[in-house]
């Protein structure tokens, strides 16, 4: 396995020089913050929406320790729209842990780095492969379905043992002479390879610098790699979201609760039915109230189908209203806001309206 080891890595190497990814914005340095800041995004979410907030979140905040003072809702006002809103609370008490643990300094290895909120062993290998030249494997499903058709492990991955297995074959075919300059190198390469060419479906083995050894290439079904026969079967979620409007225009949002959908962001409140959304209105504007074209927000695992019901109250009819811990905004202040991407997109949608 050692020869086999140095044969796999050194051709990760040699393509990552001639035909990896090299312009993104997070490759060109070695700074753990920037390094572990790219790498919370890009889980569960491509490339191409993570280059739009990474500039923005270096701007706002540049270190670590800007993050660490910011409220959670300026964090999450800023990630509105990449989904998966956990990860935005974890990046912001691992950044304070950084501070009050290790004086604002990452550390420098993975078994530490793993101790952190939000960053799992694949992504703390990955910081400390990238920052620190630690020999450490990453495994994210990019490397699980290049290392699977390569070495043709047809295992089960939904059961721990074989992750576990794989696991220890990705740490047998890391390069044997480790330094700060190869593991950044195999890292990426790693990553890139199962971005642009082993790709899940349709892979391009002809370009593949492993094609010559891959069992998968060789029996010509690539695609029956990895095998994990647990899957998430995809659900529907109808809700009723309350779009109301005070006297002086200000919208009205309600923090949501924690755990579940889109908790400890601020929303439209949200109903479970039309008629429970109604209840909650005066009786003299219920009549009033516009209900919108349903439309479908589309999550990993599950279709949002939402139903926005518009409602405007004068003065009078504001006490009437029955909804709790709702409070009141401004354009320049629910903009400010961590809001769910489908409530965002509708509430700029009716300014454009408006006007």
Same mark, same amino acid.
């Given at each position: 396995?050692?020869?086999?080891?140095?044969? *796999?890595?050194?051709?990760?190497?040699?393509?990552?020089?001639?035909?990896?990814?090299?312009?993104?914005?997070?490759?060109?340095?070695?700074?753990?913050?920037?390094?572990?800041?790219?790498?919370?995004?890009?889980?569960?979410?491509?490339?191409?929406?993570?280059?739009?907030?990474?500039?923005?979140?270096?701007?706002? *905040?540049?270190?670590?320790?800007?993050?660490?003072?910011?409220?959670?809702?300026?964090?999450?006002?800023?990630?509105?729209?990449?989904?998966?809103?956990?990860?935005?609370?974890?990046?912001?008490?691992?950044?304070?842990?950084?501070?009050?643990?290790?004086?604002?300094? *990452?550390?420098?290895?993975?078994?530490?780095?793993?101790? =952190?909120?939000?960053?799992?062993?694949?992504?703390?290998?990955?910081?400390?492969?990238?920052?620190?030249?630690? !020999?450490?494997?990453?495994?994210?499903?990019?490397?699980?379905?290049?290392?699977?058709?390569?070495?043709?492990?047809?295992?089960?991955?939904?059961?721990?043992?074989?992750?576990?297995?794989?696991?220890?074959?990705?740490?047998?075919?890391?390069?044997?002479?480790?330094?700060?300059?190869?593991?950044?190198?195999?890292?990426?390469?790693?990553?890139?390879?199962?971005?642009?060419?082993?790709? =899940?479906?349709?892979?391009?083995?002809?370009?593949?610098?492993?094609?010559?050894?891959?069992?998968?290439?060789?029996?010509?079904?690539?695609?029956?790699?990895?095998?994990?026969?647990?899957?998430?079967?995809?659900?529907?979620?109808?809700?009723?979201?309350?779009?109301?409007?005070?006297?002086?225009?200000?919208?009205?949002?309600?923090? !949501?609760?924690?755990?579940?959908?889109?908790?400890?962001?601020?929303?439209?409140?949200?109903?479970?039915?039309?008629?429970?959304?109604?209840?909650?209105?005066?009786?003299?504007?219920?009549?009033?109230?516009?209900?919108?074209?349903?439309?479908?927000?589309?999550?990993?695992? !599950?279709?949002?189908?939402?139903?926005?019901?518009?409602?405007?109250?004068?003065?009078?009819? =504001?006490?009437?209203?029955?909804?709790?811990?709702?409070?009141?905004?401004?354009?320049?202040?629910?903009?400010?806001?961590?809001?769910?991407?489908?409530?965002?997109?509708?509430?700029?949608?009716?300014?454009?309206? !408006?006007?």
């Amino acid at each position: 396995m050692k020869g086999a080891g140095k044969a *796999f890595s050194d051709r990760i190497i040699v393509w990552q020089g001639s035909h990896g990814r090299h312009g993104l914005p997070w490759q060109a340095t070695r700074d753990p913050y920037r390094v572990w800041l790219s790498e919370i995004m890009l889980q569960q979410t491509q490339v191409s929406t993570v280059l739009d907030y990474y500039p923005r979140f270096l701007a706002q *905040f540049a270190d670590v320790a800007a993050l660490a003072a910011a409220s959670e809702n300026e964090v999450m006002a800023l990630w509105s729209g990449l989904g998966y809103y956990s990860r935005a609370r974890n990046l912001h008490r691992c950044a304070q842990e950084v501070v009050s643990r290790f004086g604002g300094q *990452f550390p420098s290895s993975a078994e530490l780095l793993q101790s =952190l909120p939000g960053i799992g062993r694949s992504t703390a290998a990955a910081i400390a492969a990238f920052c620190f030249g630690e !020999r450490a494997a990453i495994l994210d499903g990019n490397v699980k379905r290049v290392l699977t058709r390569y070495l043709g492990i047809a295992d089960d991955l939904a059961v721990s043992a074989n992750e576990r297995a794989l696991w220890l074959r990705a740490e047998e075919l890391l390069p044997e002479a480790s330094t700060h300059q190869t593991m950044p190198i195999y890292t990426q390469g790693l990553m890139d390879l199962g971005a642009t060419v082993c790709t =899940l479906r349709r892979p391009v083995c002809l370009v593949c610098p492993l094609s010559a050894d891959c069992v998968a290439a060789h029996e010509g079904k690539p695609e029956r790699y990895p095998v994990k026969t647990r899957r998430v079967k995809r659900s529907r979620m109808d809700l009723w979201l309350l779009h109301v409007l005070d006297p002086e225009g200000r919208v009205g949002l309600a923090q !949501r609760p924690a755990p579940g959908i889109w908790a400890g962001l601020h929303c439209l409140p949200v109903s479970a039915s039309l008629e429970e959304l109604m209840s909650q209105l005066p009786l003299a504007v219920q009549g009033h109230a516009i209900e919108h074209t349903p439309f479908v927000h589309v999550l990993t695992h !599950r279709d949002l189908h939402l139903h926005v019901v518009t409602a405007h109250l004068d003065s009078a009819a =504001l006490d009437g209203l029955s909804v709790e811990a709702i409070e009141w905004f401004d354009e320049r202040q629910w903009q400010a806001k961590g809001l769910p991407a489908p409530v965002r997109r509708f509430l700029e949608g009716s300014l454009v309206e !408006r006007v």
